[in-house]
């Protein structure tokens, strides 16, 4: 965490700089403010949802279908985890650290991570209603061994 503060932080001082240079910083704070109130609410609702996760969930159990014991079978499993799990990463990254970071094998973590950027099965309905049965089919027929050729390739440059 200290790191991606240290990043943000540094990253929101050039931005005030520029906006600063250009007169525009006063509306930046208040186009930042609202988009703070509205995200408030969804990531207090995350926070909670992965609290009572991290509670309900035994770590054991995680480890045993998604860690080291696993083998192969938690980069069959991650991608289905990380398909069915909904929200944009507000919600995603706060419960994949704090129930699933360390309990996965690096593989496994990118294949759960590359499953829900790709797949994420909430959007179906839209897609079929809006792309087509024959669009989503090929799509998904592409996409399921995506998120697990990613975890083996991670598992095989980094190990696991």
């Known amino acids: 965490m200290t790191n991606a503060f240290y990043t943000l932080s540094i990253m929101a001082i050039i931005l005030f700089a520029i906006a600063y240079k250009n007169q525009k910083h006063i509306k930046s704070v208040r186009e930042g403010a609202k988009m703070f109130i509205n995200v408030f609410p969804l990531l207090l609702l995350a926070f909670l949802?992965?609290?009572y996760l991290e509670v309900l969930i035994p770590e054991e159990a995680l480890s045993g279908w998604l860690g080291k014991g696993s083998g192969y079978r938690g980069l069959f499993i991650g991608p289905l985890i990380g398909a069915l799990v909904q929200g944009g990463p507000f919600a995603f990254f706060p419960l994949f650290d704090s129930v699933f970071r360390n309990t996965v094998t690096t593989?496994?973590?990118v294949a759960m991570i590359t499953a829900?950027?790709?797949?994420?099965?909430g959007h179906l309905p839209y897609e079929f209603a809006f792309?087509?049965?024959r669009f989503v089919l090929?799509?998904?027929?592409?996409?399921?061994?995506?998120?697990?050729?990613?975890?083996?390739?991670?598992?095989v440059l980094f190990g696991a």
Do not use: D, E, Q
């Not at 829900?116 to 099965?121: A, D, R, S, T, Y």
């Not at 090929?138 to 991670?154: D, Q």
């Open 107 to 109: 593989g496994t973590a």
């Open 116 to 121: 829900w950027g790709m797949i994420n099965v």
């Open 49 to 51: 949802i992965v609290g």
């Open 131 to 133: 792309l087509g049965y």
């Open 138 to 155: 090929l799509k998904y027929s592409i996409y399921l061994f995506i998120p697990t050729l990613a975890g083996i390739l991670a598992n």
